[in-house]
């Protein structure tokens, strides 16, 4: 559904008159990050150390091969410059910026159509001179500049560089995204009431922090839940693609977990489940189905939307009969796939000696996919649910493992703005 | 409940256990073990051993710990100290209806010493020892050993750490096992290793049958390291018989069986967890004496770490001979390490990342150990503000991977200035040869490590060696490249393979 029209049922449905504000939360960032759509920037580090941010790069693969990988770069290699200065571990400075060093550049990047700039230099949280200088002299040339030391101090090097890197490299798809959303004829006339939620929370346009909207949605929910929470509870939500568990939702983390490695980026305190409805299933050691770490998403998406080739996590739920009552998946199952997905499921066990009755392998095959999150559940004394599919994991795990016990959140009221809480010295006030 | 289901749940039990533990293993009574979490290849062999020594000599109780490090009693080098506890999970309603099963974990320190005579130079040692028994630390003992002039810093507050974190995956594994249903007892773990071998022999029978066999000199004519690989239907064996005893190189047949493990594994490309079942389908002999199953008090840590790789890389290049589907060139193996002692107890210890090899359908990754599973390089500020080291640059080495159709990995170079006067000892492994590109690349550079001091040039340095050092010198390290694979322009001379 175009985003116009998406938008103005929306309005209609919910019967809007009058707007004090519109917060954004922008789910496009997690895509343009995991598939790689940003654009990367110039990237200037003390000399010397330009591998520095590839060489860091975590492995995806946890088993020796012969043919490792490493996470794929955000970086143009032909975009990272080295500039001779330095401070010493006590951010005392060893050698000064060149101003003629700096005016190369500014040539060489104007000729490469560069546009926005990420400055990474050593020891920059003790000292940050030398980012500022270079900020300055960069912004004044017309360049977009974002620098270490404006991260979260809290890091080392690697967490703080890559801060900056993917605030340059988010930067211009994060602006098209709210430049669409006001472009839209329902939005156009309230452009100065929009705020963006990021992982520290609700920013003004101008100064967002684009690397924070991937958080956009944690604050959101940790909000939610505070407003509602009277007892120490953990909440998970399950979205339609994504799943994260909100531990404590009063405290912070100063670091956020990408596929890039640890970023240096303030949210309320959180962890992104290895679980997703759209994980495909394949035959793995044991001859059985089971979910591969990878999502495939929702283009083509499940087999039981009568478009997918592979079977996923939401398929098996499909076959249990979970997704009655689920209005966000409801209208696009395809009541005619139950012979397909089965088939999909026998030919992973071919290989196997002992035989499965359809029934049989089903159950085995969900529980052998849900048992890493039960255990996980198993753990909290007071689990929440949220989440478009929260109401299917919660009958799933209780008919599976007989875990029960677990609340759902199905009125999932925003608090006003007022109630917000905001982010201060560690925990949320 | 279907066995390959149950097998599945389980080990996902087993998984979750561990999840939050960098390197662990959970191993049955016989030795047998249901599940290695491994950092490196030495993990794989040595965790089964450990248990296995350890309760040979001490009966544990539920909860109750067990504190090593000796490597001839299944340890890894000095620096790192194995913790082994007694799990009793229940699986029926009666007292007796009782499996016990060993948790170990590892908590690794700066290795301190790398050039020594014997294994008593390289570390305080430790036998299977009691540390935490009716659910209390031997502080006494904690601090005995923390007082011993070789002891790690920081030893106390580790140990202590890990057994808690030891406790939390205890109950966590009763927890889980209860929830997954499946029945805990002795004949169910009997199936579920048999499952496992099973579905393991049916994937090492895609390797094609044959043998093969090298000789790998190490410098010394009189040192050898001999090994014939015989893959079979579906089980391959390693026979390591002539092998020489080695002046530098010594490794326990346990790291052995770790080594020739892992390499097998990385050659079958596809996710197999590390288990008993799977390492039934190798056999690993090795002779008593020589370099391959050395006896007390040979010194070890160079043959548990740059000789574990150099074990791998000989068993990768055979199968790549007797299967030329799985050929590739050879990787740089030697760690290329430095350790500086300055005053005060400070103690800077650095080994780079080689080159990998490259093969048919891939150019070699630079600047990665194939046989570590964490690859996170300290932070160059952290280093920095710990010791009196500046680290002047550190990148990948240009030009250091095999030239070839498809390009071997670049190694590493790091250049790091000195601050203070100290003790300077580095190791760059035999044999020195440059790791070989194969069907036509190149071979790759080879490690070297230099010293420079002001004013003065660059100093090459032998393979192995202790001196002084002075503020402002600086220390440059180049890590071996990996070899290249095929030749440069076989795709303009129509030349295949």
Redesign the interface.
């Known amino acids: 559904m175009p985003l116009e029209k998406a938008v103005q049922d929306f309005w209609q449905k919910a019967q809007i008159k009058d707007v004090s504000q519109i917060v954004l939360s922008l789910k496009g960032t997690q895509t343009v990050l995991k598939k790689r759509l940003g654009n990367a920037p110039a990237v200037i580090v003390t ?6 941010v590839d ?2 790069l ?2 995806p693969t ?9 996470a794929i770069s955000p970086l143009n290699p032909d975009l990272i410059f080295g500039l001779h200065e330095r401070m ?2 006590k951010g005392n400075p ?1 050698h000064k910026l060149n101003e003629k060093e700096l005016e190369f550049l500014v040539s060489k990047l104007k000729m490469s159509q560069v546009e926005t700039v990420s400055v990474c230099f ?2 920059s ?1 003790k000292n940050s001179s030398h980012e500022v200088a270079v900020k300055k002299y960069f912004e004044e040339q017309g360049f977009q500049v974002f620098c270490s030391y404006e991260t979260e101090i809290s890091g ?3 967490e703080r560089w890559l801060g900056a890197i993917l605030n340059g490299y988010l930067e211009s798809t994060v602006k098209d995204q709210i430049d669409q959303f006001h472009s839209l004829e329902t939005m156009s006339p309230l452009r100065d009431k929009v705020v963006i939620s990021t992982g520290q929370g609700l920013q003004p346009l101008h100064s967002t922090n684009f690397f924070s909207t991937l958080l956009g949605d944690v604050y959101l929910h940790s909000q939610v839940f505070l407003s509602r929470s009277s007892r120490s509870e953990s909440l998970f939500h399950f979205g339609l693609e994504g799943c994260h568990l909100l531990p404590n939702p009063k405290k912070l983390q100063s670091l956020c977990l990408t596929d890039l ?1 640890y970023v240096s980026a303030t949210s309320p305190k959180h962890k992104v489940l290895s679980w997703s409805f759209t994980q495909p299933l394949k035959t ?5 189905g ?1 979910q591969v770490k990878e999502s495939i998403g929702y283009e083509p998406g499940p087999m039981c939307f009568g478009r997918g080739l592979q079977p996923t996590l939401l398929d098996l739920f499909f076959l249990e009969g979970l997704l009655v009552e689920i209005p966000a998946v409801t209208e696009f199952l395809n009541k005619k796939c139950h012979s397909r997905i089965y088939d999909a499921l026998s030919s992973m ?1 071919k ?4 035989e ?1 009755l359809d029934k ?1 392998l089903l159950q ?1 095959t969900l ?2 996919a849900l ?2 999150l ?2 996980e559940v ?2 909290i004394s007071h689990p929440v649910f949220s989440g478009p599919l929260a109401k299917a994991m919660k009958l799933a795990l209780e008919k599976h ?1 007989g875990l029960e016990g677990i609340q759902l959140i199905e009125d999932f009221q925003f608090p006003s703005l007022a109630a917000l809480k905001s982010l201060k010295g560690g925990s949320l006030k | 409940m ?4 149950s ?3 389980l ?3 087993f998984s ?1 256990c561990l999840a939050d533990f960098h390197s662990a293993a959970l191993v049955d009574t016989e030795g047998q073990p249901l599940y290695i979490k491994y950092q490196n290849l030495t993990d794989i062999g040595t965790y089964p051993a450990a248990t296995a020594t350890s309760s040979q000599y001490i009966k544990l109780a539920d909860g109750e710990i067990v504190i090593l490090n000796d490597p001839y009693s299944g340890g890894a080098i000095l620096s790192t100290m194995t913790l082994i506890m007694a799990i009793e999970v229940p699986f029926g309603p009666r007292k007796i209806d009782i499996t016990p099963i060993y948790l170990s974990t590892r908590v690794a320190f700066k290795p301190k010493t790398i050039n020594s005579e014997s294994v008593e130079q390289e570390g305080i040692r430790i036998p299977p020892t009691p540390i935490y028994q009716n659910g209390e630390m031997n502080l006494q003992l904690l601090q005995i050993i923390n007082e011993h002039p070789q002891c790690p810093q920081n030893f106390s507050d580790s140990i202590q750490s890990a057994v808690q974190d030891m406790n939390l995956a205890s109950e ?1 594994l009763k ?2 096992i209860q ?2 249903q499946v029945k805990f007892s002795k004949k169910n773990l009997i199936e579920f290793h048999n ?1 496992a071998e ?2 393991a022999r ?2 090492v029978s895609e390797i094609t049958i044959g043998e093969a066999l090298t000789e790998v000199s190490l410098g010394n004519a009189n040192e050898k390291l001999c090994l014939k690989v015989e893959v079979l239907e579906d089980k391959v064996i390693f026979d390591f018989t002539k092998t020489t005893p080695s002046k530098t190189l010594h490794l326990t047949d346990s790291a052995v069986i770790g080594a020739c493990t ?2 097998l ?3 079958l ?5 590390m288990n008993a079942g799977v390492m039934r389908c190798l056999d690993v002999i090795t002779p008593k004496g020589s370099m391959v199953n050395a006896k007390y008090p040979e010194s070890v840590f160079l043959g548990l770490t740059d000789g574990v790789a150099l074990v791998a890389s000989t068993v ?1 290049q055979l199968i790549g001979e007797i299967d030329p589907r ?1 050929k ?1 060139a050879q990787s740089g193996f030697s760690q290329c390490s430095v350790e500086v002692d300055f005053k005060q107890n400070a103690h800077y210890f650095e080994s780079l990342e080689s080159g ?2 490259a ?1 048919e ?2 150019h070699g ?1 630079p ?2 150990d ?2 570590k ?1 964490s ?3 300290p ?4 280093v ?2 710990l010791l009196p080291i ?1 680290i ?5 080495r240009q030009n250091s991977g095999g030239s070839g159709h498809r390009k071997g990995g670049d190694g ?1 170079t790091r ?1 790091i200035e000195v601050l203070e006067d100290g003790q300077l000892t580095w190791a760059i492994s035999p044999p020195k040869s440059k790791p070989e590109g194969v069907r036509g690349g190149k071979a790759a550079s080879p490690a070297e490590i230099f010293i420079q001091s002001p004013g003065s040039s660059k100093e090459k340095l032998n393979l192995i060696g202790t001196r002084s050092i002075k503020a402002k010198d600086h220390i440059i390290m180049n890590s071996a490249g990996g070899g290249g694979f095929g030749e440069l322009d076989r795709l303009t001379t129509g030349e295949t393979y």
Request: aromatic share 12%.
């Open positions: 000399e010397g150390f330009e591998h520095w060489m860091n975590p492995t946890q088993q020796f091969t012969l043919q490792p990988k490493r010493d571990a060893i050593l020891h949280d080392n090097e690697r490695g793995l050691f044991w001859g059985m089971q066990i290989d196997l000696k002992q499965f049989d085995s529980r052998l048992f890493e039960a255990s198993s753990l493992y | 279907n066995r390959y289901f097998s599945a749940l080990n996902q039990v979750s966590r927890n889980d929830l997954s499952t099973e579905r049916s994937i892992g390499a594994l990385s050659c490309n596809a996710e197999l967890p990768i799985r590739i990998v090899a093969s359908d891939y990754l600047g990665f194939l046989w599973r690859h996170l390089t932070s160059v500020e952290t920095e503000e500046r002047v640059s550190t990148g990948y590493v250049i």
